[in-house]
């Protein structure tokens, strides 16, 4: 278990990297009038680094215990990613108010188990 958090922390710190440079390569970090477009993902590749030294640190010093559900609560995870990957990719199709709409209806019945 330690190798494969090992190797999940520095693939996390190395496209953590790539996204907060990425974003000041390719956007502004201050317009006129307050943060620019770069300001929210520099800041999140900062955070995910940041969650990616933690998670080597502690898969360096100490056992970490078993953490991925098994049987029903594995299927929820992989219904919420998969869910989340489709709603990602239409994003640009459906647009920001459906697409998000459509998200949570989908969600919310399948987790929720209600109408």
């Given amino acids: 278990m330690r190798n494969t958090d090992r190797i999940t922390a520095v693939l996390l710190l190395i496209v953590s990297a790539a996204f907060a440079v990425g974003a000041l390569r390719y956007y502004r970090w201050w317009g006129h009038d307050g943060p620019g477009p770069a300001f929210l993902p520099f800041w999140l590749g900062v955070v995910m680094a940041?969650?990616?030294?933690?998670?080597?640190?502690?898969?360096?010093?100490?056992?970490?215990a078993?953490?991925?559900?098994?049987?029903?609560?594995?299927?929820?995870?992989?219904?919420?990613?998969?869910?989340?990957?489709?709603?990602?990719?239409?994003?640009?199709?459906?647009?920001?108010?459906?697409?998000?709409?459509?998200?949570?209806?989908?969600?919310?019945?399948?987790?929720?188990?209600?109408?």
């Fill in 50 to 64: 940041c969650l990616g030294a933690l998670m080597l640190f502690r898969s360096s010093k100490e056992q970490i």
């Fill in 66 to 115: 078993e953490w991925m559900p098994r049987g029903e609560a594995r299927k929820r995870v992989f219904v919420v990613l998969g869910v989340t990957a489709a709603f990602i990719g239409l994003l640009k199709v459906l647009g920001m108010v459906v697409g998000t709409a459509l998200f949570l209806i989908v969600l919310l019945r399948y987790l929720g188990r209600h109408r």
